[in-house]
């Protein structure tokens, strides 16, 4: 009986745990609402000419808005001079803490990294598959 509900006790915490790390993979993938998606490239020559008026770093995530007040996002590859580029145009920058997600700051010490990230993986690319069908 006890070994019953030992067993009951551990699938459902595995079960849990999968089903917030599944959630919080994908909850980073939200629609934006009225921000569209730039490409960085893109991103740098609207700075270089002035039309990107604030951004938001968070992370390698960059939300923004251009001079006519539509919002954009996009994402920093590593770019070393983003920093230099934002300021030499007078580009308000606003810097965040990258936020930690659920499952990281709650359930990291329940399975380890390597487990999560290579479902995550699977389901993922299990994912693009069955929207490219």
Do not use: C
């Not at 609402?33 to 490409?39: E, I, K, M, P, V």
């Not at 700051?105 to 399975?111: I, M, Q, S």
């Amino acid at each position: 009986m006890k070994n019953d509900m030992l067993k009951n006790i551990l699938i459902w915490t595995v079960v849990a745990t999968v089903m917030l790390s599944i959630f919080n993979h994908f909850s980073g993938q939200k629609l934006m609402g009225s921000s569209s998606q730039l490409a960085y490239s893109d991103f740098i020559d609207r700075v270089r000419d002035g039309s990107v008026s604030q951004v938001s770093i968070e992370g390698g995530t960059i939300h923004g808005v251009f001079t006519d007040g539509k919002a954009f996002t996009t994402y920093n590859p590593g770019d070393a001079g983003l920093m230099g580029d934002l300021l030499n145009n007078n580009v308000k920058v606003t810097a965040r803490r990258r936020k930690a997600k659920f499952v990281d700051a709650n359930f990291h010490f329940l399975v380890p990294d390597v487990v999560v990230d290579r479902h995550l993986d699977f389901l993922h690319a299990l994912h693009e598959w069955w929207l490219g069908r």
